[in-house]
């Protein structure tokens, strides 16, 4: 099986793009940090490959707020809960100050305060 050199870049250029999307654009959706010229070099083909491939992976999956947190309910006591990652937290954003005086936004876990923690944490 001889595959043609315009598949075999094709498909690099997929699984680029795969890659892109996967590992960066879900997360931030955002290019933030990344350089197309590196990127380019590393994967041997030319920067203006991975822009267009930046610039179809946008198009394909414009950014929405709130992606990464998926709204459902506690299954233990039927609250509101907003999962981040694999975390389960309640949905108000809470104002924090770090030990160095900046402030982030966070939410609290919802193990902090669900009635039933315990045997929502065994479980988990
Ligand atoms: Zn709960």
Request: hydrophobic residues 25%.
């Given at each position: 099986?001889?595959?043609?050199?315009?598949?075999?870049?094709?498909?690099?250029?997929?699984?680029?793009?795969?890659?892109?999307?996967?590992?960066?654009?879900?997360?931030?959706?955002?290019?933030?940090?990344?350089?197309?010229?590196?990127?380019a070099k590393q994967q041997g083909c030319s920067p203006d490959d991975?822009?267009?491939?930046?610039?179809?992976?946008?198009?394909?999956?414009?950014?929405?707020?709130?992606?990464?947190?998926?709204?459902?309910?506690?299954?233990?006591?039927g609250a509101e809960i907003v999962w981040i990652g694999k975390h389960?937290?309640?949905?108000?954003?809470?104002?924090?100050?770090?030990?160095?005086?900046?402030?982030?936004?966070?939410?609290?876990?919802?193990?902090?305060?669900?009635?039933?923690?315990?045997?929502?944490?065994?479980?988990?």
């Amino acid at each position: 099986m001889s595959e043609k050199p315009t598949e075999r870049r094709t498909s690099a250029l997929e699984t680029l793009k795969q890659e892109l999307l996967d590992d960066h654009w879900r997360h931030c959706y955002s290019w933030k940090g990344l350089s197309p010229v590196k990127i380019a070099k590393q994967q041997g083909c030319s920067p203006d490959d991975v822009r267009s491939l930046m610039f179809e992976i946008q198009k394909e999956n414009p950014p929405k707020p709130k992606a990464n947190h998926r709204k459902s309910t506690c299954k233990y006591c039927g609250a509101e809960i907003v999962w981040i990652g694999k975390h389960p937290c309640d949905p108000p954003v809470l104002k924090g100050v770090t030990a160095d005086e900046k402030v982030h936004a966070f939410r609290q876990s919802h193990f902090a305060t669900c009635p039933r923690a315990n045997q929502a944490r065994k479980s988990s």
